[in-house]
């Protein structure tokens, strides 16, 4: 059973960080915009990711310490103060696109608007937190997240062409728009390597009272979770290339992404994708407020814990339900939840570096993680994530300003 909790959290933390607002948007402008040719961010991204997953649940496992806690304890509190700030607003922007994809999925379903479901959903996602624990959040998103298999199916019923598909996996330099294919380029690495994933999975992996026994199930974890994202989000990529991009279609709402999904399945193609969009940006939702409650309560030395009754936990319990509700109050306010998005997905970039640092150091200190620090692969691996997203923040904000429509 605490094997399958283990597999359950890589999932939920995959589908987080995979199927949600923030890639079903970049990984649909990718196909529509450029086909396959950017299918290489999607595989750097998942490697960068299956590494850090796998040190998060290893460090949390072996030395007990949440990654925000150990980053606080290890480098002291006005070193967190910045990246804390950072978390905050971009979780909290992000977690209102998130709610707001809920919402266009129930409103493809029903054709009321947007507006009139934000609140509810807030509304449903506060119950689940509230009343529910870690263990009913991640079995029923892991569950239902399984749905998106029809991605998968679709992208085998249209017959991708399979010399361009493998082309897509080599870096290319564009042929037209390059400010737009970089912006795309950067926004799909930050939708996939998103800061709150790691602060999530290491709480659930302090919750769920990992070991050195859990260890191996964590690797096994990190790379089912991710990898099943990240399948899922290549499958969207070749859908909308197969799809959008003959028609020349520019994406610039979500009721258009909707009809990817059409050829393949017919009349039951549009309500198909609103729930797959629903349960994955629900799931997403829940993830990114949960883990912001975990980051604050950590930093600031708060109790903590989502298996724990609120009323023992009660400041934990007040920051995952006030960011609920600004995040419900801005869809409200008409905000455009595809344009809000791809916006966040650009600062989600910026601050990137502030979360991936601290790694280094946590990583290779024999006080924390023991005899299990990082060998020379996975060393490499976070220096380059380090250049990578270095690099990344300071393009973004030009790229962005050029290319980001």
Not at 163 to 186: E, K
Not at 224 to 236: E, H, P, Q, W
Not at 372 to 399: F, K, M, Q, S
Request: proline share 4%; hydrophobic share 55%; net charge neutral.
């Amino acid at each position: 059973m605490k094997n399958a909790t283990q597999v359950a959290l890589g999932i939920l933390t995959g589908i987080g960080g995979f199927l949600e607002a923030g890639t079903m948007a970049t990984s649909v402008q990718a196909g529509a915009s450029f086909r396959f040719s950017l299918i290489w961010t999607l595989v750097l991204g998942v490697v960068c990711l299956i590494f850090l997953i796998e040190m998060t649940g290893r460090h949390a496992a072996i030395s007990k310490h949440s990654l925000a806690g150990a980053v606080r304890e290890r480098f002291g509190f006005p070193f967190c103060v910045l990246p804390r700030a950072a978390d905050l607003i971009v979780n909290l922007l992000l977690l209102a696109a998130e709610i707001g994809g809920v919402a266009i999925a129930i409103k493809l379903l029903t054709g009321y608007p947007i507006m009139v479901w934000a609140l509810p959903v807030g509304v449903l996602m506060w119950l689940l937190m509230w009343f529910g624990n870690l263990d009913a959040i991640e079995y029923a998103t892991a569950g239902l997240g399984m749905l998106a298999f029809a991605f998968l199916v679709a992208a085998v019923k249209y017959h991708p062409p399979l010399g361009g598909l493998a082309r897509g996996f080599a870096p290319s330099m564009p042929r037209t728009d390059a400010a737009h294919y970089w912006f795309l380029a950067i926004s799909i690495i930050a939708a996939n390597v998103s800061p709150y994933m790691f602060i999530f999975y290491s709480s659930g992996a302090i919750e769920e009272e990992w070991d050195e026994k859990s260890l191996t199930m964590n690797r096994v974890s990190a790379i089912v979770g991710m990898s099943f994202g990240a399948l899922i989000a290549l499958a969207v990529i070749v859908c909308s290339a197969m799809v959008f991009a003959p028609l020349k279609i520019n994406i610039d709402k979500y009721e258009q992404i909707a009809f990817v999904l059409v050829p393949a399945f017919g009349k039951w193609g549009v309500p198909l994708f609103a729930i797959i969009l629903g349960v994955c940006c629900f799931g997403a939702a829940c993830e990114i407020s949960l883990a912001t409650a975990y980051s604050l309560a950590q930093t600031l030395g708060w109790n903590w814990g989502e298996d724990k009754k609120p009323k023992k936990e009660a400041r934990f319990a007040v920051t995952y339900t006030m960011m609920i509700v600004v995040g419900a109050i801005l869809m409200i306010t008409g905000l455009d939840p595809l344009k809000l998005t791809m916006f966040t997905m650009a600062i989600t970039a910026v601050v990137l570096p502030l979360t991936v640092i601290p790694f280094l150091v946590l990583m290779n200190d024999e006080r924390y993680v023991g005899e299990h620090t990082n060998g020379p692969i996975g060393n490499t691996v976070i220096i380059v994530t380090i250049v990578l997203t270095a690099i990344v923040a300071i393009v973004t904000i030009p790229l962005e300003i050029m290319g980001g429509s």
